[in-house]
């Protein structure tokens, strides 16, 4: 008997029907299904309302490898809400219900369990099998999908380099940038017509980083007059100042991704220090020292695992404790000898079906680089290399934001041709995907919203672009 026919059976026996007995029926199970839960809920033997479930739970566990839970129809909605948010650009909750109930139907139990099989050698997102997700998107390429119709808006309120650009946490127009100018500046794109809401003075040289907390209200920024500064991102006040404790410039900075107590330095005179925001104290064992100058920063999303590049072309790891502040050296991985680490960027997964911490790393040696991270203490492995131009200037990268169903993965770079590049890191071939031209200097900061609606990128003289995708 097959599995349908079984269930069906378990229904029609609990609910005293008998069970068709043709096949060609599975969108009606589904119905069936939904109502004998919704009455079950009603019968007062819950002896037998329990070991009906027990038995149907056995089933659908032997045809799917899931729970009840996860099948049921209070938690499914819930977590299709998720899904389409961030991966279905359009498609509402109810749409993407539709999606997935057709999809299962059409594909059987390979729409659930997802690709089988190890991933082809060298491959990074093994989406070739993943049919069911690429039905849920049609026929979209990943190149179309990062097709743009325009500039959106310029901003041209800095009078040097823009170093980094920033959306706020899924926020769709609150942008930060931070300026070699000695100052910052907040925009909104998104609502009414684009605008500076604060530009926020308290640096006395450049800008190198800044980093929004968690919960987008507060700014800590760096600069070379080796101050750190903590601002209000409402307000545009600085509510706290604090010197780098060895005098040097600071570099690159970050706020603790669990944590906006906690904040990580990297100066020039190659420490990575541990700052606690709420004091404004170093904690002991917070400190650590490397060959170079500390350049860029990041954490994994859990925040146990710290990466810190230096302009000798060398990267650290380092595991953090969360509860004292304390740094301890993980492992070392040497990119180039004497090419700078301009930008950090990690990724739990490359995308959703391929689950696997992976390290995206822009070097000055016309180099973009993705390492895979192969254990608990942040080593790293080289998984693909590509040639952009970048050589003297602090270049940023990042992975795009939706992990979508679509075969590929995006990367998109600034790079020294006055371009933004997209690239698909999943292409042995020709990764390019698509070429912004818009800017007049080299390209140094790129950053997406949350849903990829609205891309900036910023250069050497102090423009920043704001893209609009198609």
């Not at 839960?37 to 032997?62: I, K, M, P, T, W």
């Not at 100066?267 to 500390?294: C, D, E, F, M, W």
């Amino acid at each position: 008997m097959a599995w349908w026919q079984q269930v069906l059976a378990v229904d029609a026996k609990f609910n005293n029907h008998r069970a068709p007995a043709t096949p060609g029926f599975k969108t009606l199970y589904i119905r069936r299904r939904s109502q004998l839960l919704r009455d079950s809920a009603r019968e007062e033997d819950n002896g037998g309302v329990r070991n009906y479930l027990r038995v149907r739970l056995a089933l659908l566990q032997q045809r799917y490898c899931v729970t009840l839970d996860q099948l049921s129809l209070k938690s499914r909605p819930a977590s299709l809400r998720s899904v389409s948010r961030l991966t279905v650009e359009g498609d509402s909750p109810r749409c993407m219900s539709r999606n997935m109930s057709v999809t299962m139907s059409q594909t059987g139990s390979q729409g659930i369990e997802g690709p089988q099989g190890p991933p082809p050698a060298g491959s990074v997102v093994p989406t070739q099998r993943a049919e069911a997700s690429k039905a849920i998107v049609g026929g979209t390429s990943i190149g179309e999908n990062y097709a743009f119709s325009g500039v959106h808006h310029i901003f041209d309120q800095h009078a040097d380099s823009v170093t980094m650009v920033k959306f706020a946490h899924n926020d769709l127009g609150l942008l930060a940038c931070s300026s070699l100018d000695s100052t910052l500046s907040v925009c909104q794109v998104s609502e009414g017509e684009p605008r500076v809401l604060h530009t926020l003075r308290h640096h006395t040289a450049g800008v190198t980083g800044f980093d929004w907390s968690s919960t987008n209200d507060l700014l800590l920024s760096c600069g070379e007059d080796g101050a750190i500064c903590l601002w209000s991102s409402s307000t545009g006040q600085c509510l706290r100042t604090v010197s780098d404790q060895a005098g040097g410039q600071v570099l690159s900075c970050l706020f603790h991704p669990l944590n906006s107590n906690w904040a990580v330095l990297g100066n020039s005179r190659g420490l990575v220090q541990v700052l606690n925001i709420s004091t404004g104290h170093y904690p002991k064992g917070g400190t650590s020292k490397v060959a170079g100058q500390v350049t860029a920063l990041t954490f994994d999303s859990s925040g146990k695992t710290l990466w810190a590049g230096d302009d000798k072309g060398i990267i650290i790891s380092f595991l953090f404790d969360l509860g004292s502040g304390g740094l301890r050296k993980g492992k070392r991985c040497v990119v180039s000898e004497g090419a700078a680490i301009t930008s950090l960027s990690a990724r739990t997964w490359a995308s959703r079906e391929a689950p696997n911490p992976t390290l995206l790393v822009s070097a000055a040696c016309n180099t973009l680089l993705l390492y895979r991270v192969v254990d608990k203490e942040g080593g790293l492995r080289l998984k693909r290399n590509f040639s952009i131009s970048h050589v003297y200037q602090p270049v940023r990268s990042t992975f795009c934001p939706l992990m979508s169903f679509r075969q590929g993965a995006c990367v998109v770079s600034g790079c020294e041709d006055c371009s933004v590049w997209f690239l698909d890191v999943e292409r042995d071939t020709r990764p390019l995907i698509n070429r912004l031209q818009g800017h007049a200097a080299p390209v140094l900061g790129v950053t997406f919203n949350y849903d990829e609606s609205l891309l900036a990128t910023s250069d050497a003289t102090g423009l920043v672009i704001v893209w609009k995708r198609q």
